[in-house]
């Protein structure tokens, strides 16, 4: 099974942006935390961060009959991008919505979710274990 793991706007600076909403930990740890449980389940994890839009789109798009399943944490294109939801329409990957932090508990905007329409399950206010448990949720097929 291949995971594509992909992070949108703003991902690359965790431990530094609102460690209060997102704590310490930085993006790089994030990746090996992944690595390692994708390994132990015999998962091949790809990942992908950018802060542009239509670079997602095109990562996004690269899943076609190429990966399994896509976990997502769009960012701040969550909020706002329909073009990252036709994307994941269009390949037709099972996907999951991760979101560190519990969107739905902060500013109204942020419970607005475009990429949602087209998500198996979306995992919300996890912190890094969201991004674990929607692996496991991919490779349960479900």
Known sequence: MKIFIINGAN?????????DIYGNKTYASLVEMIREHCLKKGIEAEFYQSNHEGD????????????DGIVINPGAYTHTSVAI?????????????VHISDVDSREEFR??????????????????AGYLDAVDFLAEGK
Request: glycine share 8%; charged share 25%.
């Open 11 to 19: 991902l690359n600076m965790l431990g530094i942006r609102e460690p």
């Open 56 to 67: 997602l789109v095109d990562y996004i798009q690269s899943a076609y009959k190429n990966a």
């Open 85 to 97: 939801l036709d994307a994941v329409k269009a390949v037709g990957v099972p996907t999951v919505e």
């Open 111 to 128: 419970k607005t979710s475009y990429i949602r329409l087209a998500c198996k399950k979306t995992i919300s206010g996890r912190g890094f």
